[in-house]
């Protein structure tokens, strides 16, 4: 047993699974673009993947399938190891609300609710009694470091703010895997570095994997498996 001991995740099935999954889609002129030519992906329990690549290659789309907020055209994606094509559309809410969580470029939270409504919400959604709801927020917002800013509406949130509180909610169903979608491309160097610690430290205490979407290479380097979108395929990121 000299080799593996040190590799526990192997032994596990994978959280999240890409098979052969492609994507077109048709332009406003009739045209189809085919933007994923066949992705294969095992994200292991706890593995954090970095994904790059040029603008356009379909890195947001490739993440945006992976989360289910959008089908393949063709291929498969499967969450803790059931398809998520033979699901219905409850089923598929139900695993969303608590196998994925979310961060987009733009925080996307709802300008009319404070800090801490942002943050329970998906709880809420999810059918967790309010009380449990905002102690488990109150605690993520303590963790992301935003304090003393509860009742803060977005607009009174710096950027960089606003993305720990987009971290926090998209912690707050305990998922097992978080997908980031260029999670600080729009913050300034030292606030997008204090952004990366922060989801750096996330693993501590819970069992999450992470698929990070960045062009940042101070995140990537961080990953522990660098992968580069280009032509439509996964390729594993030469080494620096
Ligand atoms: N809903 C859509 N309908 C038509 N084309 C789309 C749609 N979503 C994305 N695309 C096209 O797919 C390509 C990849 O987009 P995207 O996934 O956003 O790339 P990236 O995130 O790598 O910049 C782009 O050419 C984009 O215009
Ligand atoms: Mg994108």
């Known amino acids: 047993m000299l080799f593996g001991m040190n590799n526990k995740a192997s032994t596990r099935p994978p959280v999240l699974s890409a098979r052969n999954v492609q994507k077109s889609f048709v332009g406003g002129d009739g045209t189809r673009l085919d933007i994923l030519l066949g992705i294969d992906l095992d994200v292991g329990s ?9 603008s356009g290659t379909g890195k947001s789309t490739l993440l945006h399938i992976l989360g289910s907020l959008d089908r393949p055209s ?10 998520v094509s033979e699901l219905s559309e409850d089923e598929l809410a139900e695993m969303r609300n608590h196998y994925v969580g979310f961060v987009f470029q733009f925080h996307h939270l709802l300008r009319e609710f404070t800090a801490l409504e942002n943050v329970m919400m998906p709880a809420l959604i999810a059918g967790v009694a309010q009380s449990e709801a905002r102690d488990r927020s109150r605690k993520l917002l303590e963790e992301v470091g935003v304090i003393g800013r509860e009742s803060h509406k977005p607009r009174q949130l710096s950027g960089g703010e606003q993305q720990r509180v987009a971290v926090a909610r998209a912690l707050v169903n305990q998922p097992l895997v978080l997908l980031a979608d260029e999670p600080s491309g ?12 922060l989801i750096f430290k996330l693993r501590a205490g819970r ?15 961080r990953a522990d498996r660098v992968l580069v979108l280009q032509e439509g395929r996964l390729e594993l990121a030469a080494k620096e």
């Open 46 to 54: 706890g593995e954090r993947i970095a994904i790059t690549g040029a």
């Open 207 to 221: 069992e999450l994997s992470m698929v990070v979407v960045t062009h940042n290479l101070d995140l990537a380097r």
């Open 186 to 197: 729009n913050l300034d160097t030292q606030t997008s570095q204090r952004l990366h610690d």
């Open 74 to 83: 063709s291929g498969q994606i499967l969450i803790d190891s059931k398809a």
